[in-house]
């Protein structure tokens, strides 16, 4: 959370570091523990669905909010981040073990419950070590380069707490309208949730749409640019790529791998998951290893920065205190 100065590009913290606030306090914790094992849970049904998660921090906030401020009468906002922020880590660590560890399985490793969890602890001790020395950089010098757009919204929420119960009220009645219709469909089969159609003029080729509230959050959350990505990457996969390899390998002798069943014999689904899921997994591989590179230098020329701080602290032996804003990890 920052403010800034019509005529002043210099990083001003919402609380300043002169203000003595509570903060890491054991409702805080406790609240932050619940909250992340729920969105965790949730995170990872969504992703392990369709394929797509949503961050937690904003409703995480207005949860909060409506707990601390309404139920125990605590108005500090400094608790509240704590809240949201181990919320945010929570979904966003089971998201990164939901993307990757499935492909364990792929190769036939099946790791163990212990294993998974040994992994996901790892990958989260990594995660906060990795972000000390990026986040001078990409918070407090790129605040006005990046927009953190869902960041800034979540910061609003917390700063208008006093809307907190209202918009409480509405994540409630979202999460009962969704676990409604998830019941009633899926359920006790009153209707259709999954609904498709083949188009007949073209092999293979099927069209069609899940019913669920949830998916209609998920593609309000995102936004439409993302939402039309996705729905740009179905329309490849399905009424292109699917009825390109139907229709090229119906005469193939045998099977073409990675698939061990004939072309022939599969159907759009079978397509998909034989060919289309992997084709899926090398773009979001090359989509890593883009982002991964264009970081690199951002990456080099924070961990020089960090580097030489610490270098110069350890030769002067400087016993300076450090202000609450300006310290990566307390």
């Known amino acids: 959370m920052n403010g800034k100065s019509k005529n002043s590009t210099k990083f ?7 203000r003595s606030l509570p903060e890491l306090t054991a409702v805080a914790v406790v609240l932050g523990i619940i909250l992340a094992v729920v969105f965790a849970a949730a995170n990872a049904y969504l992703g392990l669905k ?15 909010l409506a707990v601390l401020r309404g139920l125990f009468r605590r108005k500090s906002i400094l608790e509240n981040n704590i809240v949201q922020t181990m919320t945010t880590a929570g ?14 399985y792929m190769w036939d490793l099946n790791p163990g419950q212990q294993m998974i969890s040994f992994v996901v602890l790892i990958g989260g001790f990594l995660g906060v070590a990795m972000m000390v020395p990026l986040r001078r950089l990409l918070i407090v010098n790129e605040h006005e380069t990046l927009p ?8 609003e929420v917390l700063v208008s707490g006093e809307t907190g119960g209202r918009s409480a009220r509405m994540v409630s009645l979202g999460f009962g309208v ?14 259709k949730t999954e609904i498709e159609t083949t188009i007949f003029r073209f092999r293979n080729a099927v069209i069609g749409m899940d019913t669920y509230p949830a998916l209609l959050g998920v593609g309000y959350i995102i936004g439409p640019r993302i939402a039309g990505q996705m729905l740009a990457g179905g329309i490849l996969a399905w009424l292109v790529l699917i009825p390109m390899i139907g229709f090229f390998g119906a005469n193939s002798a045998g099977a073409v791998a990675p698939s061990l069943t004939p072309i022939a ?29 264009k970081t690199l230098p951002m990456l080099y020329s924070s961990l020089r920065s960090t580097l030489n701080g610490l270098m110069q602290r350890s030769a002067f032996n400087e016993k300076t205190t450090i202000d609450r804003t300006k310290n990566n990890v307390t």
């Open 12 to 18: 001003v913290p919402y609380v300043s570091a002169k």
């Open 50 to 64: 369709i394929g797509l998660t949503v961050s937690a921090s904003i409703p995480a906030a207005v949860i909060s």
């Open 91 to 104: 979904e966003a660590v089971a998201a990164g073990a939901i993307f990757t560890l499935p492909a364990l």
């Open 148 to 155: 953190y757009p869902e960041g800034t919204a979540c910061a």
């Open 178 to 191: 969704g676990g409604l219709v998830k019941a009633l469909g899926d359920g006790f089969m009153l209707f």
């Open 265 to 293: 014999e599969l159907d759009a689904w079978g397509i998909w998951g034989d060919y289309i899921r992997y084709i899926g997994a090398g773009a979001v591989a090359a989509g890593g290893l883009i982002t991964l590179i």
